[in-house]
């Protein structure tokens, strides 16, 4: 088990350009979540899959922003046309979710980030 | 909605002296809790969890306490060493099946003297 990985680790960019960064979730890890960190601030949820399904995006996830798991292991994030204000570490994590009836048990594993810098 | 308040940092200790860092919670449910840890230059890391009330949370000599009627999880440990300089936080998860996403503190920064 080699944990999460991000790629890449760091990230400069013009404003304007494109930008896709990549996460490998623990192996057999179902659940797969994209947070943001911007600096002084804990991290915020930006989106997550449950397998390849893309279930909740959050409102800070502009129209700019796209996630995808298309077989359910790695993930991809890109955004477009790039702002001053994307500047940040995306954080990936993953999860096993398991558990009956009702309540589950989850602990979420982070990857290392990948630190973005739009100019 | 969840919401986590953390104590504002950052916190300067003495080797060997001992830690407290509050955290209180909202949250509409009965969520789980959890202190994270992020050490320079590397990812968050789970430091420890409880998952319903009165459960304590342990690990590395780090404790803390799910407490209800308080709405609170304060991080303690007897004796800081300088290997635990690093930023904290505190974080909750509602985690019934559907989506389980974290909610985080604002962190606060630990320096540790020897």
């Known amino acids: 088990d080699t944990g999460v990985s991000q790629d890449p680790r760091h990230k400069i960019t013009k404003r304007g350009q494109n930008v896709t960064f990549r996460c490998d979730p623990i192996?057999?890890?179902?659940?797969l979540y994209w947070y943001r960190q911007t600096l002084g601030q804990g991290p915020e949820f930006l989106t997550y899959?449950?397998?390849?399904?893309?279930?909740?995006k959050s409102r800070l996830l502009s129209d700019r922003f796209s996630a995808e798991r298309p077989k359910g292991s790695f993930s991809t994030l890109e955004i477009q046309r790039t702002e001053q204000g994307d500047s940040a570490m995306y954080l990936c994590?993953?999860?096993?979710?398991?558990?009956?009836?009702?309540?589950?048990?989850?602990?979420?594993?982070f990857g290392p980030g990948t630190r973005l810098l739009v100019l | 909605g969840d919401s986590v308040t953390q104590m504002e940092g950052p916190v300067t200790l003495s080797e060997e002296a001992f830690l407290t860092i509050n955290c209180t919670y909202t949250?509409?449910?009965?969520?789980?809790l959890f202190w994270y840890v992020q050490y320079p230059g590397e990812g968050l890391q789970l430091l420890l969890k409880?998952?319903?009330?009165?459960d304590k949370g342990s690990n590395k000599g780090f404790e803390a306490t799910y407490r209800k009627e308080t709405t609170s999880f304060h991080l303690e440990k007897g004796s800081v060493q300088v290997s635990d300089s690093a930023v904290y936080f505190c974080?909750?998860?509602?985690?019934?099946?559907?989506?389980?996403?974290?909610?985080f503190g604002k962190g606060i920064t630990l320096s540790v003297r020897p």
């Open positions: 974080a909750l998860s509602e985690g019934t099946g559907a989506n389980s996403k974290l909610t």
């Open positions: 949250a509409t449910g009965y969520p789980s």
């Open positions: 994590a993953s999860s096993l979710v398991h558990g009956g009836h009702g309540q589950y048990q989850e602990t979420q594993y």
């Open positions: 899959f449950q397998n390849e399904a893309q279930l909740e």
């Open positions: 409880a998952t319903k009330a009165d």
């Open positions: 192996s057999e890890h179902n659940r």
